[in-house]
């Protein structure tokens, strides 16, 4: 006879004190009387991670965001302990771990200053339902302390005060604040009294983080589910931070080809061809630039993923060589549902061979999206991953597409309460097999990155480019992004730089949005608008549902057309910058937009700046983001910058009101800095580069540029087949210096570069390259400030 059928409720559990030390070269394993095991290992002197289980057993120590690359090492590691704590040192840091519950607190290894310390520190709720744990964590804010990062969430830069929700969500429609949406990047970076450091919360079941929201001086994140398992990442500058952290979980396997960085085209859906056709020739007739084209759902027979219909796209391979050789790549959308039919190929053989995702009791997991009724792979096999990227053989090696789009990989199902599968389907998890409760957050990850081997194993010898709309931390090491169903707003517009800062500050840089708003339909203005923003993310690209009207370059009038091209041109000028900036991402994990408070953490004014970015290193820009407006009152950081269209010299520091009607956008440019840019193509490779453009800005003091080129796609660069030059600019009252550094193998096509001289507080009288004089008239200066001159030189004076 049963008497008592009710658990016992016990609420939060403690760890209790310390009873057992252990150390194994750099991991420390700590166990309390009530059998809680925290493990630190050091990973760097900077990056520490915590690991606790409540069982004394830990889990396979298995993730799909930590990448094998990840630096390691450490300069000093010491373990000491007092009467309350063990004390762990490194060259960074000190460690505290107090005996009597484990709670940590963390200093600066050089000043002794508490960077972050715990509140109630670890703790868990038994979970009756699930089973296991939902594990806790809270800290105590410091005085003045602000939050960032978290990947793409649309509200303001700065979290503090807010909670969110980390669930990867299909969310058509967002709005601002609405959470969560298409990704989850447990990441966010704090700054107090001048010094940054970063957590990153390794978790994929549902988790949550709240910014002094609940309790006003206290931070916390904590999961339903998995383990409390978190890395620290110290400063104190938050540039190494987001560095550290972009280190940790992967920087892009390859760079770009150059063309995915030109302006792309999108719509759902262009078809059938003769409408394609007629799109690319518009923008050929017009000479706006353009890159890609792309083909959303309507190109696949019944919306059957590797199929075209035969009715619009009877010679799809004929139809993608007759676009690149008018200079376009085409682009497919492949979505995760595979349609149930089994005079269809593809589900047959996923049958066949059992790699659909099963519910617990068995039977397939079956949802609804585009083609109907459909089973779902289960990217978390390894296996799986191999089947999904060898189906790519066709559209890419015979039928010569460019790249792929993977979209509804959140995953999203129609007509369901949540919109994505059910908690109880299984998961083959890389071999430690789960619930979707664990596998939700990183199955859209791992679609993109079976993708990726796919295009990368059928495009070589050209570098592969996928883009997708749901991701987890480290997704960045295999595809570019964009913010999802976004809006034709103006706050949308606002939401979307937003969103692309943010999530540059998360580790993941090939970022984009909707240009225009993928809903409803923008006037001109805000087209326009859209576009000037557009061209400084690193993903530029115009969608729309086309449920509302046309979305291209020329349907708002020939103003609004002449205002797109001038922009688009100018990314395509300053698309060896770009590039540069993109080098810097993917070899040192340094972002390609800076959002003010990650320029510079030290002026406590960009703590609260949304609007203003800096775009790679020396370049700042400010979007319009309002109806009528002839200009905007924006905040210029400190230093001395100068203005883009004018060459005026603004003095940072402050708030200034900058001139901008519809066919200009607020730009500055960094005092000192040497921007590199081509000449205006229709797409990239129409020209061979003849000559090398440079603007240099005139400052009194040094400043250092860059400029990385190589074949452009392709992998010699890897074998040192690439140009960095370095440039150092000293400037005095009377002279300019300018020296140059090469290094790399491969030779660019151009002989000559041509400085445009800005800003030059004197009239140059004397030229010197390399210590030689040479006649004014032999570098083409008719007194425009103008010069050309070898690209082989190390030194070159300019003497008033």
Not at 150 to 162: E, M, R, T, W, Y
Not at 460 to 472: D, E, G, L
Not at 582 to 593: K, N, S, T
Not at 595 to 599: D, G, I
């Given at each position: ?5 009710e658990l016992?409720y ?5 760890p ?10 750099n ?7 009530n059998?809680v095991v ?8 900077s ?9 004394g ?10 990448t094998?690359?990840?630096s390691?090492g ?12 063990y ?9 505290n771990?107090?005996?009597?519950d484990?709670?940590t ?5 050089k000043d ?11 703790h ?10 939902v594990?806790?964590?809270s ?10 990062g ?13 909670r969110f929700?980390?669930w ?31 957590i990153?919360f390794d978790?994929?079941?549902r ?24 890395y620290?990442i ?18 892009p396997?390859e760079m770009p080809?150059l ?10 859906s ?5 409408n ?13 630039p353009?890159?890609?084209i ?10 059957r ?11 799809p ?5 007759e676009?690149?050789?008018d200079?376009f790549?085409?682009?497919v ?18 049958l ?8 617990a ?12 009724e ?8 390894p296996?799986?991953?191999e ?14 597409v460019?790249g792929?789009?993977n ?10 309460p ?5 908690n ?15 596998a939700?957050n990183?199955y859209?990850?791992?679609?993109a990155?079976a993708?990726y ?5 059928f495009s ?13 931390s ?5 595809t570019?992004?964009w ?5 034709a707003?103006?706050?949308h ?5 937003l ?10 840089s090939?970022?984009?949005s909707?240009i ?11 087209y326009a608008r859209?576009i000037?923003l557009?061209?400084?993310?690193p993903?530029c690209?115009?969608h729309?549902?086309g449920d509302?009207?046309d979305q ?24 060896p910058?770009?590039?540069?900036a ?12 800076k ?5 510079d ?15 790679g290193?020396k370049i ?7 109806p ?12 001395q910058?100068?203005n883009?269209w ?8 402050q708030?200034v009101?900058?001139?901008?009607d ?13 921007i590199p ?13 003849n000559e090398?453009l ?7 003091g040094?400043?250092?540029s ?6 452009t ?11 960095l ?5 000293s400037?005095k009252k ?13 030779v660019?096509?151009?002989?000559t ?10 009239k ?17 200066l ?6 050309v ?12």
């Open positions: 006879m049963i008497l008592n059928t016992e016990k609420g939060n559990l403690f209790s004190k310390i009873i057992k030390y252990e150390k194994n070269l991991v420390l394993s700590f166990t309390t009387a059998g925290l493990e630190v290992t050091v990973r760097r002197d990056i520490l991670r915590f690991r606790f289980t409540t069982t057993i830990f889990e396979n120590d298995f993730s799909y965001a930590i094998k690359y990840a390691r450490y300069n000093h590691l010491e373990v000491t302990e007092d009467d309350k704590n004390i762990i040192t490194t060259s960074k840091l000190i460690c771990i107090s005996k009597l484990l709670r607190s963390i200093f600066d290894a002794k200053t508490l960077i972050c310390e715990d509140e109630l520190g670890f868990w709720e038994e979970s009756y339902e699930h089973g296991g744990d594990v806790k964590m800290k105590t804010a410091q005085a003045g302390e602000s939050y960032f978290l990947g793409d969430k649309p509200v303001d830069n700065n979290l503090k005060g807010k929700e980390n990867v969500t299909d969310s058509y429609a967002y709005g601002r604040d609405t959470d969560p949406i298409y990704k989850a990047i447990p990441f966010y970076t704090a700054l107090h009294n001048k010094k940054s450091y970063g990153f978790n994929t079941f988790s949550f983080f709240d910014f002094c929201s609940e309790r006003r001086n206290i931070t916390s994140f904590w999961a339903h589910g998995g383990e409390m398992n978190y620290f110290y400063g104190p500058d938050m540039s190494d931070v987001v560095v550290n952290y972009t280190d940790l979980t992967g920087k396997h080809a063309w995915t960085l030109g302006y792309h085209q999108c719509k759902w262009y078809y059938p061809e003769s394609v056709k007629e799109i690319t020739s518009k923008f050929r007739e017009l000479e706006i353009c890159d890609a792309y083909l959303d759902i309507d190109y696949m027979e019944g919306f993923c590797f199929t075209w219909s035969k009715e619009y796209f009877p010679d391979k004929r139809m993608v060589k676009l690149a050789d200079g790549k085409t682009i959308i492949i979505d995760p549902g595979i349609k149930i039919d089994m005079d269809y190929s593809v589900f047959k053989e996923g066949d061979k059992d790699y659909f995702c099963k519910r009791d068995g039977p397939y997991m079956k949802g609804k999206v585009w083609p109907g459909c089973y779902f792979p289960d990217f978390t096999n296996e799986v991953r089947w999904w990227s060898n189906l790519f053989k066709e559209l890419v090696e015979d039928i010569g460019k792929v789009w979209d509804m990989n959140e995953p999203a199902v129609m007509d369901v949540g919109k994505t599968f059910p109880d389907v299984r998961h083959d998890y890389d071999g430690n097999q789960c619930s979707h409760r664990k939700h990183i859209g990850m791992q679609m990155r993708t081997q796919g295009l990368k194993k070589y010898p050209k570098r592969p480019f996928v883009i997708t709309r749901a991701a987890y480290g997704t960045q090491r295999y570019s992004s913010t999802g169903d976004n809006i707003t103006w706050d517009l606002t939401i979307a730089n969103q692309a800062q943010r999530m540059c500050m998360s580790g993941f090939f970022i984009g909707d225009g708003g993928f809903a409803e339909q923008p006037n001109g203005e805000l859209w000037q557009g061209i400084f993310h993903f690209r115009t729309s549902s509302h009207g291209e370059p020329w349907a708002f009038g020939k103003t609004i057309t002449d205002v797109v091209r001038k922009f688009i041109e100018i990314r395509y000028q300053l698309l910058y770009l590039y540069t993109f080098w810097r991402y993917a070899e040192d994990g340094v972002p390609i937009l959002s003010l408070v990650l320029y953490q030290e002026d406590t004014q960009t703590h609260y700046r949304n609007d203003e970015f800096i775009f290193e700042l820009a400010c979007p319009v983001t309002g009528n407006q002839k200009g905007r009152r924006m905040y210029i950081p400190r230093g910058w100068y883009y004018t060459d005026e010299v603004v003095i940072g520091g708030e009101w900058v001139d901008a519809l066919d200009s956008m607020p730009i500055f440019v960094k005092e000192g800095a040497i840019k081509y000449p205006i193509q229709q797409y990239v490779g129409e020209k061979t580069i090398l440079l603007d240099v800005y005139y400052a009194e040094k400043e250092e860059m400029v990385y080129e190589d074949a796609d392709g992998y010699d660069y890897i074998k040192g087949r690439y140009s030059r370095n440039f150092k600019l400037g009377k002279e300019l210096i300018i020296q140059q550094h090469k290094s790399g193998k491969f660019t096509t151009y002989k570069f041509k400085l445009n001289l800005h800003g030059l507080p004197f140059i009288s004397k030229v010197e390259v390399d210590n030689v004089e040479i006649p004014l008239k032999d570098l083409k008719k007194g425009d400030d103008t010069l001159l070898t690209k082989e030189f190390n030194e070159l004076h300019i003497i008033g």
